[in-house]
């Protein structure tokens, strides 16, 4: 593996290129749906705090649940600009997590310190940067340590989003899919009236960070 700052320096120039080029793709293809479903950085960030006001002060269904989730992978995408791998990723206090988890997501959270790292086993460029690690955000961090007991209520295995199974008799709830995450982040962002994906987040995330106005 690569050391993880060199990774990390590696990953943020691909992510700069990736949003120079969109931009320069953009300016005489980006099609009419595109330029109407665009949210700025501070558009989200606007959305991103009425879904936190939507969490009610008990959490007692899984409706409940998942209006935590909307906000916690909606502010995921804003701090750290991933693509869909939060789907194959798990929650663990580090008490709790197995002794190996060589090929799975996880977040590991660390009560007595507030705080959360995300270690990314199985992303798309894996094969050449290796595992990741990213320091949570710190407020995310704090979210995800006081609603642990709601997901492992809904979630016996640590997945962070679950789906409500067909078949009630092998269990109320499994893992979601990453086409299951698509859809559940074009469902969060209904309300607005646009279609929003985790790609359209890191394309407004890096064309913010680098002042790229082609993509807006």
Sequence with gaps: DLPAAVADSH???ADKLSGQLQAFLSR????ERQRNNW????????FAATLKADI?????????????????????????????DLADAKVYL????PAQEPTTNYILLNKSRKSAVLVLNNYKTF??????TIDVEPALAALLIKYYAVIKEYSPERWLLVRKRSK?????YEKATRNDYTKFLLQTFKRTGKRVSSTQIRHSIVSDAYNISHLK
């Design 56 to 84: 009610p002060p008990k959490i007692k269904s899984f409706e409940d649940y998942e209006r935590v989730m909307r906000y916690v992978l909606v502010q995921f995408h804003l701090s750290h600009p991933i693509r869909n």
């Design 39 to 46: 949210m700025t950085k501070e558009e989200l960030q606007t």
């Design 11 to 13: 990953s943020k120039e």
């Design 28 to 31: 005489n293809e980006k099609s």
């Design 127 to 132: 094969k050449f940067y290796g595992k990741k």
């Design 94 to 97: 580090q008490a709790d997590k």
């Design 168 to 172: 009630a008799a092998e269990g109320a």
